[in-house]
């Protein structure tokens, strides 16, 4: 058995809305060890739980979300389910007692504010920074050391080129605690570079595959450490072929 660490990506992609309290909820009671979610800041400075710069795609409106304040938001519900979109606040109450959280920083200069949060909430220890801006991960680290940090590296400033080169000889200009790569450019080296540095090497995106528990697998089987799933039904199925591995 491979020691995987199960993650509801955005909850569920797949059958519910994404990062809405029904996604979280199907993440969770489908064995989920952590749930994935996207936080921006609205108009009046709100923290809320959505992924894209707009409203336009996972609701019948239009328009951007830091152009919108919280009072018109919350009368938008998504497309799919007829759901609400949550604030932070509201989904780290609901969970915090039942599962850990992965917060991906999608807008700029928010991470002090949910540091404070998180703080707040007494939930340091269970909580997951994510992002793409290196400087930003690099920051919350050194000053809240307590608080894991994942680099979505994929996308990021401090490419997988510049990762590759200084990892192979051990002298990274910054040791996250977890690494996230789109799971078509995953590869051996990738992972052996992150277990030497002591990182922990992370998949995502599973969409576009004909048959995504294959891939999910194949990357098990080479080393993978976490896999951001995007059906929640997957989850189960895969702690079950998982448990027959050795």
């Not at 000053?143 to 590759?164: A, E």
Request: net charge positive; with cysteine; proline share 3%.
């Amino acid at each position: 058995m491979f020691k995987i660490i199960y993650i509801g990506h955005r909850g569920t992609r797949e059958f519910f809305d994404e990062n809405t309290i029904p996604a979280f909820r199907a993440a969770k009671k489908a064995g989920a060890d952590i749930i994935e979610l996207d936080v921006r800041k609205t108009k009046d400075n709100q923290l809320i739980v959505f992924h894209d710069k707009t409203i336009d795609r996972m609701t019948n409106y239009s328009g951007i979300i830091n152009e919108l304040s919280y009072n018109q938001l919350k009368k938008i519900k998504t497309k799919l389910r007829n759901e609400k979109i949550p604030l932070l606040s509201e989904v780290l109450k609901k969970f915090k007692d039942k599962i850990d959280f992965m917060i991906e920083l999608k807008a700029q200069n928010v991470q002090s504010e949910i540091i404070d949060l998180i703080a707040r909430m007494k939930l340091q220890d269970r909580s997951v920074i994510s992002g793409r801006e290196f400087d930003a991960l690099l920051e919350i680290k050194r000053n809240f050391p307590q608080i894991s940090v994942c680099y979505n590296i994929t996308k990021g400033d401090f490419t997988l080129d510049n990762f590759l080169e200084q990892g192979k000889i051990r002298n990274l200009s910054f040791n996250p605690d977890m690494i996230s790569l789109r799971s078509k450019l995953v590869n051996k080296e990738f992972i052996s570079i992150c277990t030497s540095n002591k990182i922990l090497p992370l998949a995502w995106d599973f969409m576009k595959y004909s048959n995504p528990l294959n891939k999910i697998k194949e990357l098990i089987r080479i080393g993978i450490k976490g896999i951001l799933f995007d059906n929640y039904k997957n989850i189960p199925i895969i702690k079950k072929w998982n448990a027959t591995q050795t």
